[in-house]
């Protein structure tokens, strides 16, 4: 029917004869992120949905989930027999799954890792250093939506950031690297320093004062009287 033609959804089964649903159309040959939210409290279940950032729907349901296992979890199709099996006509390149209800400040780091990694176009960019494809990989990041919708410590690869002093309301800072390899043989340094080819770039959002950066410097040895600094490219180059 036209109703099941290019659409997106999600059920989940509070019990055996209750459900809650949400979807959405979609542009045919086109890739997209989908990302679904459920929240329980002792008031219900609170399904929300996103597409590409952008929320296009939410619905609730006064009765709690429960544990029935003879309904199985399925990714691409809403029954395997009868007569409306819902089976997807597409790919799916990734899923993630998380065994708690992520707050909305994570919710959008996470949309925004796969959209530099997938090269897709969200609502909710905070990254902008991902075009043309160079610092893409691994993008993390920290930020708070409001006093409830906050994440504060985040590692992209060997890099990680934690601890604003002064992250306010829709502040963000991601961080994403070139892929190059974790050697020490770059001399693009100050005179007597070697540094590594592999370069993280930031993009901050808002004024989030001073955060503290850590790397794991583990598998990197050195000789006697080395020790490690932080190289900071002020003009981008």
Known sequence: TAFMTHWVGVWHNGKPTRQI????????????????????????????????????????????????????????????????????????????????ALNEAERILVENYLSSKYHLAIGNDRFAFDAGGEFHHHVAGIGRVNASNIHTSSTSDIVNISNPTALGDDEFIL????????????????????????????????????VVVMANVNSFSLSSGQNFKLLVDHDGQ
């Open 175 to 210: 961080l994403g690297h070139n892929d190059q390899q974790l050697v020490l043989n770059n001399s693009d340094a100050p005179s007597g320093m070697n540094r590594l080819d592999r370069v993280w770039r930031i993009d901050v959002t808002g004024t989030p004062g001073d």
């Open 21 to 100: 649903s949400i979807n959405t159309s979609l542009s045919q040959g086109s890739w997209n992120i989908f990302s679904r939210r459920m929240a329980q409290n002792s008031n219900g279940v609170t399904q929300t949905g996103y597409l590409n950032g952008n929320l296009f729907g939410s619905v609730s349901d006064p009765l709690l989930m429960t544990n029935y296992s003879p309904q199985p979890m399925r990714i691409g199709t809403g029954s395997t027999s009868g007569i409306n099996p819902w089976a997807l006509n597409g790919d799916i390149s990734e899923v993630i799954v998380y065994n708690k």
